[in-house]
């Protein structure tokens, strides 16, 4: 069986790395799609994957407009050559409308419930899969499920933290160190949103530094203020997760980043206008903590940093979360594989889910 999946954020290629690398074993052809928007060449390039790209991910609002034609173009000449039996995404209009046009199934991942991108592919999907938690009533196409996107990497059957990270960030075994994280805001979803403020960043990291805890700042493709350069993460993008799993705080406007965090069990602030429902799941265990702006921020992080054994009692919560998720990828794998069999059976008996704890 031939599947394409189209790629749109490097956390995208994590969440279907396993997933494409166990299909791969079990003789099913894979072929990525994607934009040069961050990180994705490198990660695709790193796991071996085969793919193409389709050039660099537009940003003005014109350049996005141009690209739906643009990109839907290229989608159409390389699934024509290709000929997937199925396509798989976390959301893509491409693959969808692609997908649709070719009469094949589209199966859609969905977790963040943006009604803009959902309205341009949901039409074109045959399933959409999503967590439980979800908000968004998507109708007779969707798929709940008991866990999240970020356990289809970082759920302890497929990820182990390796220790040269100490390494590769040049510090201290024993030496403290927060991992920040700051967002362009080009996104179409971040539009009108905000996090923190200059001004706030400046704060936080006085504070961090005065409390002897190094820190580290990884951010999407825009340029730091000078005074803050000194600061960058300089690890290879593959490393991040361990960097995060090893860190004594996570805090950030980066919502994907503050949910990997939290399911490796390192305590995590969140701070933006925009709400995710996977990170306010994870708020219930005391893994996430979530904020619309600067207040209470430092509070939070004194209470954490004040906390006896804090390591161990956050390990404590990630390990009730798990408890309580089932394998995705596992569940996934089935899915796709038995398609659209498996649809059916999860309409007709949702907890078939189950199986794959």
Avoid at 55 to 64: C, Q
Avoid at 335 to 346: A, C, D, G, R
Wanted: proline share 3%.
């Amino acid at each position: 069986m031939r599947i394409l999946i189209d790629i749109g954020h490097p956390a995208h290629v994590h969440i279907f790395k396993n997933i494409a690398t166990e299909l791969s074993k079990r003789k099913c052809e894979i072929l990525f799609t994607t934009r040069d928007k961050e990180n994705e060449l490198y990660l695709l390039e790193k796991y071996g994957f085969k793919y193409i790209s389709f050039g660099e991910n537009r940003k003005s609002t014109l350049g996005k407009i141009l690209g739906l034609f643009y990109f839907n173009i290229r989608m159409l000449i390389v699934a024509l050559k290709f000929k997937p039996k199925i396509f798989l995404s976390h959301g893509s209009m491409y693959a969808a409308q692609i997908a649709w046009l070719l009469r094949r199934a589209h199966i859609s991942l969905e977790d963040s419930g943006n009604e803009e991108q959902i309205r341009l592919y949901a039409p074109f999907t045959k399933a959409i899969v999503t967590p439980d938690f979800l908000p968004n009533n998507l109708g007779q196409k969707q798929i709940r499920y008991k866990s999240n996107h970020e356990l289809a990497y970082l759920h302890p059957n497929y990820f182990k933290s390796d220790n040269d990270i100490i390494t590769y960030l040049n510090i201290q075994e024993d030496q403290p160190y927060a991992i920040l994280r700051f967002v362009s805001w080009l996104a179409t979803h971040d539009s009108g949103q905000k996090g923190l403020t200059s001004k706030n960043k400046e704060e936080l990291i006085n504070y961090l530094t005065s409390k002897n805890i190094r820190v580290f700042i990884s951010t999407e493709r825009h340029k730091l203020p000078e005074k803050l350069k000194k600061y960058s993460i300089k690890i290879p993008p593959d490393k991040m997760h361990d960097a995060l799993a090893k860190a004594t705080l996570y805090i950030g406007e980066g919502a994907t980043m503050a949910s990997e965090a939290g399911v490796l069990g390192t305590p995590s602030l969140y701070v933006s206008t925009i709400e995710r429902c996977y990170n306010i799941d994870q708020e219930k265990y005391g893994l996430v903590f979530n904020f619309t702006d600067f207040n209470g921020v430092l509070k939070k992080v004194e209470e954490i940093l004040s906390l006896d054994n804090a390591s161990i009692e956050f390990q404590k919560r990630r390990k009730k979360f798990l408890n309580d998720k089932i394998d995705f990828t596992s569940f996934f794998i089935w899915f796709v594989e038995n398609w659209p069999k498996s649809f059916q059976i999860m309409k007709e008996d949702a907890d078939y889910q189950y199986n794959f704890k």
